[in-house]
């Protein structure tokens, strides 16, 4: 290949929208993480499951019943709601009452056995078989002579810009997200002021899974539904977090974005196999020189 051709405008533009349209991805999933472990201090491995529930939603709704794909991409986010309460509710809420002072580290293995069951029971019930939907929307969108977008890829980035701006300003300034800012400051100080925390960590834990929902919805064409669909959504999620500051949700929106252009452009300009290099060697560079994240900030931990 001509190396100039490397650095042509329509070249370079189509790289910038696919590694935004990745980096969407990873925004929503890792705000979602970064959400839960910032309020909870949980490390929950079962994001990734969460995003593959929310494919499988997507996959009944809009091909099984037949629905519009926005009622699909509706019903994903608020299904994993729900999914995200019970999972609280029912296994990690009893768990910090019982377990005490090392209740985060049970959890995290709690996670771990959660991401196991839902795989395998995902499996048994669907089977082996990727199912999935090959666009959304018909059509694109031609920028001058060479820049071609397809709707789809816009929709995705902009249902992604509007969700990341909404939850800004749900954090920033509803009484719901001062509580749950407060509680991740210092839930001892959050409880004494009459804030339930245990409320607190359920909603909380219910928007993270909603997130990888919605983020698992928007993307059917791309990641189809089967039951690992999951694990890369989960590694690149983590890395983003990690680059972002562990508890910064903004900054975990910066860093996934950030990572979905960098592999972008690292499978163009070398070869698809050295996007998870890269992603591997930010996420050591980042630990060794700035463990707190680029866009880190001290937070206390419940």
Do not use: C
């Not at 986010?77 to 609280?88: D, K, N, Y």
């Not at 499978?267 to 980042?286: D, E, K």
Request: proline share 4%.
């Amino acid at each position: 290949m001509d190396p100039a051709l490397l650095l042509e405008p329509t070249i370079l533009a189509q790289i910038l929208i696919q590694g935004l349209v990745r980096g969407a991805m990873y925004a929503l999933m890792a705000s979602g993480l970064s959400l839960i472990f910032g309020i909870m201090g949980v490390k929950n491995f079962s994001h990734g499951e969460m995003f593959m529930i929310g494919v499988y939603v997507m996959f009944f709704v809009t091909v099984v019943i037949g629905a519009p794909f926005p009622l699909g991409i509706a019903a994903a986010a608020v299904v994993l709601f729900f999914v995200g309460i019970v999972i609280e509710r029912a296994l990690i809420e009893p768990l910090r009452r019982r377990a005490g002072r090392d209740w985060l580290l049970d959890a995290f293995v709690l996670t771990i056995g959660i991401m196991v069951v839902l795989q395998n029971l995902a499996l048994i019930v669907f089977g082996s078989r990727r199912r999935g939907i090959t666009e959304l929307i018909d059509g694109h969108l031609s920028i001058g002579e060479n820049i071609v977008v397809s709707y789809e890829r816009l929709m995705i980035v902009g249902v992604a810009a509007v969700v990341g701006v909404a939850l800004f300003i749900f954090v920033r300034y509803s009484y719901a997200g001062k509580a749950m800012r407060a509680t991740s400051q210092d839930p001892e100080a959050a409880q004494t002021l009459g804030i339930d925390i245990s409320r607190v960590y359920t909603y909380a834990f219910g928007i993270g899974a909603a997130l990888a929902g919605l983020a698992g919805a928007l993307l059917i064409s791309i990641f189809p539904a089967y039951p690992t669909v999951g694990f890369h959504p989960i590694i690149k999620s983590i890395a983003a977090v990690i680059l972002g500051g562990l508890g910064n949700v903004q900054g975990a929106v910066a860093a996934g974005l950030l990572l979905g252009l960098i592999e972008g452009y690292t499978a163009f300009f070398m070869s698809a196999g050295w996007q998870s290099v890269m992603t591997a060697v930010l996420v050591i560079l980042i630990l060794i020189f700035k463990p707190a994240g680029l866009f880190s900030r001290r937070v206390e931990r419940p």
